[in-house]
């Protein structure tokens, strides 16, 4: 596992936050699927990390995504790719995602995350 974080923030939830998960493209190839209910454990500006019972077999396929969040108050869209998959206890998945963020989205997600703190719903490691 190869991490490219170069943000100094993650922002730990401290339950996880339900929220969905939409596959938009499979090794190149574009898909409409379901959405999918996932938690989502951190979050950063430049990524995240959910958990599922879902196996995406991302290990074995590049996995374009976009998690719905309802963070705070506002309806986020995170547009961004599966890094890596990793199997836990009782066959819950982690992975993790790298996010593509327009500067905007970034600025919205730092007023939630704002938010999120003062309500003492997240921690900063």
Same mark, same amino acid.
């Given at each position: 596992?190869?991490?490219?974080?170069?943000?100094?923030?993650?922002?730990?939830?401290?339950?996880?936050?339900?929220?969905?998960?939409?596959?938009?493209?499979?090794?190149?190839?574009?898909?409409?699927?379901?959405?999918?209910?996932?938690? &989502?454990?951190?979050?950063?500006?430049?990524?995240? +990390?959910?958990?599922?019972? #879902?196996?995406?077999? !991302?290990?074995?396929?590049? /996995?374009?995504?976009?998690?719905?969040?309802?963070?705070?108050?506002?309806?986020?869209?995170?547009?961004?790719?599966?890094?890596?998959?990793?199997?836990?206890?009782?066959?819950?998945?982690?992975?993790?995602?790298? &996010?593509?963020?327009?500067?905007?989205?970034?600025? +919205?997600?730092?007023?939630? #995350?704002?938010?999120? !703190?003062?309500?003492?719903? /997240?921690?900063?490691?």
């Amino acid at each position: 596992m190869t991490t490219r974080r170069s943000e100094p923030f993650r922002y730990t939830m401290t339950t996880p936050l339900p929220c969905w998960f939409e596959i938009r493209e499979i090794n190149g190839l574009p898909v409409h699927s379901k959405l999918a209910e996932v938690e &989502l454990l951190d979050i950063s500006k430049s990524g995240c +990390r959910v958990q599922s019972k #879902l196996d995406f077999r !991302a290990s074995n396929n590049q /996995i374009q995504a976009t998690v719905h969040a309802r963070l705070y108050e506002e309806l986020h869209l995170f547009p961004g790719s599966i890094r890596w998959q990793k199997e836990c206890e009782d066959s819950v998945f982690h992975y993790g995602l790298s &996010l593509e963020l327009t500067e905007e989205m970034k600025e +919205r997600l730092n007023v939630e #995350l704002r938010s999120l !703190a003062a309500a003492r719903r /997240i921690v900063v490691l």
